[in-house]
């Protein structure tokens, strides 16, 4: 690892406070993938939860967002722009396409209103790839403002695709090539970054990386852009983009209405900034406390949240070494027993049978989910299963499943084009057949469940991932 490692006393820190902080997440059933706390520089405790492990990158989604904010300071500090640079300059080309069609407040919308989410739009034009001539460039300069740039905070990712955008505008590199040179290698980042069929970056998600990647970003943020003696990032911009720049609520216990920096959020401590991401992808960064947290999940977030504070914020706060405590062999233990693949011991032996099954007619599904045909080879404690979509002669999916066991896939997840890394864990009960593929770089862990009817003439689908479906097939 590039972090030193050291025991939480050595920092002043006990390690019953983490541990306990760690029991308590258990105990509440928040799932957490990964969790690392940086201490004066030092990682003081780290821990995976399997199949979640160091090696592997992470779906970030929103936390790219404040990889996209750096990546303005450093072309900022180049003099390609500044903040108050306006969109419509940038994209002249555009605006004189798009003619008549602008909003009058385009033409005044800047580089900042990009970054404090202040664009006065009130929804996001997105278009995805398989849309024909789908230009998102376009269709953001193309949109209604509502309200005057700058006015109004409105969570906004097609405002941070657009800071994408304007890296390779002025550059003629991709946002994680312009990255690759400046931030991601002086910090030992190797990262994958999603892109649109323009080959612009997506900037406000898409960026996958490991979690000790996330504490790196934050310990450099701690330093004030400075990293193993290189000034990465301006010291000026960390602390603009960190720092308060637009009203985003009045709530004084919400971590979401404490002021948004530039693709930051404040948070309820005071001193403490975040970058975070949906299902719960934390970048925390503690200056008082000399602390960063860096989490991957998929988990409630606001209640996650609180419970740092609560239960783990106090203890950081410690300056001198302590003596060398017990409980950090404990804490050593808990962190390399867990695990999120449970196996049922009680679970009942597979059947033996072969069956195909197509979609029963008028059966509604949505169109990114269209599994028309399923085909089930059950035999000698192993089943493979099939899935095939709508005009497709090919098995989109092939999924192995043994006894008693979570199995590692090959194939990639259906909803990206990206391969994701997966084991598989399937249980028969009763004519049930309960199917789980855990995609161990997102947050996903797909749940099917194939309920047989008599005789097993047909059966009845229900998928829980990103979306969750009943869906009703019929035996051919």
């Avoid at 902080?21 to 939860?49: P, R, T, Y």
């Avoid at 609520?249 to 309820?268: E, I, K, T």
């Avoid at 391969?419 to 797909?446: D, L, Q, S």
């Amino acid at each position: 690892m590039r972090i030193e490692k050291a025991t939480p006393e050595s920092q002043g820190i006990p390690s019953l406070a983490i541990l306990n902080f760690l029991n308590k997440v258990n105990e509440q059933k928040l799932e957490v993938h990964s969790f690392m706390l940086l201490k004066n520089g030092k990682n003081i405790a780290d821990c995976w939860w399997k199949p979640y492990a160091a090696q592997y990158r992470h779906q970030l989604f929103s936390l790219s967002k404040s990889f996209t904010s750096i990546a303005i300071g450093l072309a900022v500090e180049e003099g390609l722009l500044t903040t108050d640079t306006l969109v419509a300059d940038i994209f002249a080309d555009e605006m004189k396409e798009l003619g008549e069609k602008v909003d009058e407040k385009i033409k005044r919308m800047t580089v900042k209103n990009l970054l404090t989410m202040g664009t006065g739009m009130t929804y996001e034009n997105w278009v995805w790839d398989e849309e024909e001539d789908s230009n998102n460039i376009l269709e953001f300069l193309s949109s209604h403002v509502k309200n005057e740039p700058g006015s109004t905070f409105l969570y906004n990712t097609l405002a941070t695709y657009m800071c994408s955008a304007i890296i390779t505008r002025l550059t003629g590199q991709k946002l994680v090539d312009y990255l690759m040179p400046r931030l991601f290698e002086p910090l030992g980042i190797d990262p994958f970054w999603e892109e649109d069929k323009l080959g612009v970056s997506y900037g406000g998600f898409g960026l996958n990386i490991r979690t000790e990647d996330i504490a790196v970003f934050g310990q450099m943020l701690l330093q004030k852009g400075e990293f193993n003696g290189r000034q990465l990032v301006p010291e000026a911009w960390v602390k603009e983009a960190t720092s308060k720049q637009i009203n985003n609520g009045d709530d004084a216990d919400s971590d979401w209405a404490q002021g948004y920096g530039y693709q930051f959020w404040r948070c309820v401590p005071a001193g403490v900034y975040r970058g975070d991401g949906m299902y719960g992808q934390y970048c925390i960064v503690m200056p008082d406390q000399n602390c960063v947290i860096a989490v991957t999940s998929n988990l409630d977030m606001d209640k996650f949240m609180k419970l740092i504070w609560s239960d783990l914020l106090p203890w950081l706060g410690g300056d001198e070494a302590m003596p060398q405590s017990n409980d950090y062999d404990k804490l050593v233990e808990f962190a390399a027993g867990q695990t999120h693949l449970k196996v049922n011991e009680n679970a009942q032996a597979y059947p033996t049978f072969r069956a195909v099954y197509k979609l029963s007619p008028g059966t509604k599904v949505p169109d990114e989910f269209k599994l028309n045909k399923l085909s089930f080879d059950f035999e000698n404690g192993e089943c493979l299963l099939a899935l095939y979509m709508e005009g497709n002669q090919q098995p989109l999916y092939v999924v192995r499943f043994v006894e008693k066991q979570w199995v590692e896939s090959a194939k990639p997840f259906w909803f990206s084009d990206h391969f994701y890394r997966a084991v598989c864990y399937g249980e028969w009960n009763n004519e049930e057949f309960e199917a789980n593929v855990w995609h161990y770089e997102t947050p996903v862990n797909t749940k099917f469940c194939f309920t047989f009817n008599e005789e097993r003439k047909s059966l009845t689908l229900q998928v829980k991932a990103q979306i969750e479906l009943s869906l009703s097939y019929i035996r051919i």
